[in-house]
């Protein structure tokens, strides 16, 4: 009897994988019979059972252990109860851990591809594989009977086969009511685990890191496994032991489920009073941000279903919205409409339910907390029984105001925005006035739609009246006059707010400047790239309504002077903070924590998470260092800060004023420093090119941002693919051997390696590592070469410094003077295997590659065999090839 093994480890594969015996029917000691890469430890090594107790694990075990340390290099413990016969099973134990050694040290690692499995010898007959092939039912059906309500809902429903998708050798059922949309649930065959796991997609790598659900258990597919169904990632863990898999003949939902019924016809609640409280909290349903009057929105609806809003009395703003989101299955709370869990203030699981009052008695927070509500409470009385005007306007300066927009699908959205540098420098607030695009989305030009021209444009002023105009940054035209001058024309048109989108840098704000001779009495601020792109396409694409407000943080405007905008830039060579570097947008006064404001980066989709500054007040201590501003991912969660600001006890009114002086935990990090002003970004870029038509082309070549001067981390600069490429260490035996050196690398998610270039063993100097244009040979690619996936060496790979197309640049135009003949020989007279490259070469101006001329030998020229010097630009080298390629690499 055999058993085989192999992980995730290098270290583990390079002296222990591989084969082993049992020296005996009956005892749970496995001995080896081929491990490692060279079986050096062949007669030191078992695996054996025996009792374990580290820091993190305790209990009877699965050990490899050598024999000539007794230590043990990998183990699995038993769970709960165990037979005997588990003794003799180490192959249904899953949950391994392996000696990782990394930067010089061995420590433990849970190992995810660890897997140990029944395996026969190369010479032995005792153990037969099946070769029955696996029947793969075409459609699934995956529900509760019982139809309990469950966090887990949404993966509930018909599973089709997908026979053109494997993974870890078996094909994979997606849930078909989602294929298409951005939260899609996979069932895909786990071979180290030897378990059904719920994917939300199908994994590109070996290994599972993230997963919702599971059945443990050794089965060909899905609806044979009897074991309890386990899943994982929302509210709470939940077991189901009931729940059906069954075959069945249709694809259709209500076949295999009970479906809601909608009726639109039917009378809706068009208004109720609300108390929600928090059974955890103080037990005071009217402090509940959540509490109060909800109205039917009789102009909306969302995924076919009726939606109501809960709005401030005073100001009529909209403060939440209730929804249906079909995708989850849930009834959702929150400030805007989205269909991210993550994101959601509250959810109900009653999602049978055409209305959530009656049995939505139960919602749930995204920070942990069970919430009641009452639809039957009385609200306490108000101040005055008068509703407030529903457009209050104040004066408000112009660096302590935000914009919001809204629409059917973009409700109540802070945009990160900047004032201008000239006038007005306070204007009142205006609350949902009707967006236009300048000009209407015509291409601009100097002889049409010319923002410093108005006789060149097409729209008349009842376009424009009343309107809030949004308009693309173009330097050719500030050439021409300044941005404060398309903001008076498009005064003078009506407009009573100009939004301008930054046409670089996708995230990056900054005010602009205006002219002495000028004043207008709009407000006018700078938006972002992305911002303008995704209200462009609304428009465009959707034809949806925008209304935007510039409004006021402090109401009256009688404050401390909060700065609007605050600066953190991670000053570290390799960037080693850039998660936390860029711009904090300060929020409106609605999301106050310890009556103080609170800052907002936004995150990249699967990059850089959302963050935040705000005041942290830690009540459980005593002293000034109580307080403290900190920076995470979210300020309603004290576990997610990764910084503060340490001032030795000083207090100071907002964290622009804390400059470098941001601790993570105990240790300084002088190179984090903040102020309130926008960033100023470097209009530095690196352009890169890899093989043409590849997969890893279409992902990755592009124009990457450097962060800041003398940082060595680019950014690309798409909003669809976030990577960058800094510097960092990479090991990779099975490339590079066993050396450890730096390179320059390709990140993906922060996490993934997608492309690396070794600079070296030492820490590259700051000249070498600010330059990865010099790195130019040898650049490793992970992804399809041919029909094959792995690592391969890209010889069309180029990085070099390059403009952006919307930054006036200067470039250097000199011509390169060709001599007309050149000589090669060798002075020495030595003889060589390349002689037949000596003699003269010859200029042909007819003929190009990479951008240059070509020289051939003309000793050979129209020979079978001929010479030529071309300039390689992906290596920065002259080279002698026997043709002009076709191709660039």
């Known amino acids: 009897n055999y058993v085989c093994a192999h992980s995730n480890s290098q270290y583990f594969n390079a002296f222990f994988a591989g084969r082993y015996r049992q020296i005996h029917v009956g005892v749970p000691v496995w001995i080896p019979d081929q491990i490692g890469d060279t079986n050096r430890l062949l007669n030191s090594t078992v695996l054996e059972v025996q009792d374990i107790d580290v820091s993190f694990a305790s209990g009877t075990a699965f050990v490899f252990r050598y024999t000539g340390d007794s230590q043990m290099y990998a183990f699995c413990v038993l769970d709960g109860a165990y037979s005997t016969s588990d003794l003799l099973r180490p192959y249904d134990c899953t949950n391994w851990y392996s000696a990782t050694y990394f930067d010089g040290e061995l420590f433990w690692a849970q190992d995810p591809i660890m897997d140990v499995d029944a395996c026969a010898h190369p010479n032995g007959t005792a153990y037969v594989v099946s070769s029955t092939p696996t029947y793969y039912p075409d459609t699934l059906c995956f529900m509760d009977p019982t139809y309990t ?73 899905p609806d044979l496994c009897t074991a309890c169904w386990q899943f994982f990632n929302a509210f709470e863990d939940e077991t189901h032991c009931a729940l059906d898999v069954n075959a069945i003949d249709s694809q259709n939902e209500a076949d295999c489920m009970r479906q809601p019924v909608v009726d639109s016809a039917a009378a809706r609640t068009t208004e109720i009073t609300l108390c ?31 939606m109501w809003t809960h709005s401030d009395p005073q100001t009529g703003k909209v403060l939440h919205y209730m929804y249906y989101d079909d995708v989850w299955r849930y009834w959702v709370i929150d400030d805007r409409v989205t269909t991210v869990p993550e994101l959601y203030d509250l959810y109900c699981l009653q999602w049978y339910d055409e209305e959530p009052f009656a049995s939505c008695t139960q919602w749930y927070s995204r920070h942990g907390q069970v919430v009641t509500m009452d639809n039957q409470c009385t609200l306490a009385p108000t101040v005055s029984p008068t509703a407030a005007p529903t457009t209050l306007t104040y004066e408000c300066d112009e660096h302590n105001k935000f914009v919001s927009v809204e629409s059917n699908v973009l409700l109540q959205q802070t945009l990160i925005s900047a004032a201008m540098n000239f006038p007005p420098y306070a204007s009142e607030t205006f609350y949902a006035a009707p967006m236009v695009l300048f000009e209407n989305a ?24 009343d309107k809030v105009v949004l308009i693309t940054h173009d330097t050719q035209f500030e050439l021409q006059c300044t941005p404060q001058m398309w903001v008076y024309w498009l005064e003078w048109f009506g407009a009573v707010g100009v939004l301008i989108a930054n046409n670089a840098n996708l995230d990056h704000v900054y ?88 800052w907002w980066k936004q995150g990249h989709e699967g990059l850089f998470r959302n963050m935040y500054m705000w005041l942290h007040v830690d009540r459980s ?10 920076i995470g991912t979210d300020y309603n969660d004290e576990e997610s800060i990764f910084a503060h600001c340490n001032l030795d006890g000083a207090h100071v009114s907002d964290p622009a004023l804390c400059g470098n002086n941001w601790y993570y935990g105990d240790e300084s990090k002088p190179e984090i420093v903040v102020s309130d002003d926008t960033c100023a970004l470097l209009d530095e870029y690196v352009c ?12 990755f070549d592009g124009r990457y941002r450097q962060v800041h001067n003398g940082t060595a981390l680019w950014l690309l600069e798409n909003s669809q693919v976030d990577a960058y490429v800094t510097v960092g260490r ?49 650049w490793w690619v992970l992804g399809y070469a041919g029909s094959s996936y792995g690592w391969y060496q890209d010889i069309a790979f180029d990085i070099d410094p390059c403009p952006h197309p919307n930054v006036s640049t200067v470039e250097e135009t000199a011509a ?8 090669m020989n060798d002075p020495s007279g030595a003889y060589s295997h390349y002689q037949s490259y000596y003699g003269v070469y010859v200029l042909d101006t007819n003929m190009t590659f990479d951008n240059r001329y070509v020289y051939y030998n003309q000793r050979l020229q129209h020979s079978h065999q001929e010479w030529f010097m071309l300039y390689y630009d992906e290596r920065d080298a002259w080279v002698m090839h026997e043709m002009v390629p076709q191709f660039t690499a």
Not at 586 to 597: C, G, H, V
Not at 731 to 752: E, K, R
Not at 755 to 775: K, Q
């Open 621 to 630: 201590v005593s002293g000034d260092n109580g307080w403290r501003w900190v």
């Open 688 to 699: 890169l090119e890899s093989w043409p038509g590849a997969w890893f082309e279409f992902w």
């Open 816 to 823: 390169i003077s060709y001599p007309e003949q050149l000589c």
């Open 511 to 598: 005010s602009l400047s205006g002219s002495d001779h000028l004043y207008t009495t709009i407000p006018a601020r700078m938006i972002t790239q992305r911002a303008g792109w995704d209200l462009d396409t609304l428009v465009t694409m959707y034809n949806e309504t925008i209304s935007v407000s510039f409004e006021c943080f402090d109401g009256d405007n009688v404050t401390v002077a909060y700065p609007s905008i605050i600066c953190l830039v991670d000053t570290s060579p390799f960037g080693e903070h850039v998660y936390l570097d860029g711009e904090y947008q300060r929020l409106s006064s609605a999301y106050e924590i310890n009556q103080k404001p609170v």
């Open 276 to 306: 929600f409280e928090d059974a955890t909290a103080t037990n005071d349903a009217f402090a509940s941000a959540f509490t109060g009057k909800w109205v039917l929105d009789t102009l909306s609806t969302y995924r076919g279903r009726s």
């Open 442 to 465: 015509r291409t601009m030009s100097w002889n049409s739609s010319n923002p410093c021209d108005p006789s060149t444009w097409h729209e008349s002023a009842s376009y424009y009246a």
């Open 149 to 221: 309500a469950s966090h887990y809902q949404a993966y509930y429903g018909v599973y089709v086969l997908d026979n053109s998708t494997q993974y870890d050798g078996r094909f994979v059922y997606r849930n078909q009511r989602l294929i298409g949309t951005t939260d899609e649930w996979t069932l895909v065959w786990y071979e180290e685990k030897d378990a059904w796991y719920f994917h939300d997609d199908v994994p590109t790598v070996t290994y599972l890191s993230w997963y919702g659900g599971l059945c443990q258990q050794d089965v060909a597919t």
């Open 730 to 778: 990479v090991y990779y035996p099975q490339i590079l051997g066993s050396v450890y050196p730096y390179a320059f690398v390709l990140m993906l998610n922060q996490t993934q390696n997608w492309a690396f270039c070794v600079i070296g063993d030492e820490i590259p100097s700051n000249e070498a590592a600010l330059s990865p244009w010099d790195c130019n040979e040898n």
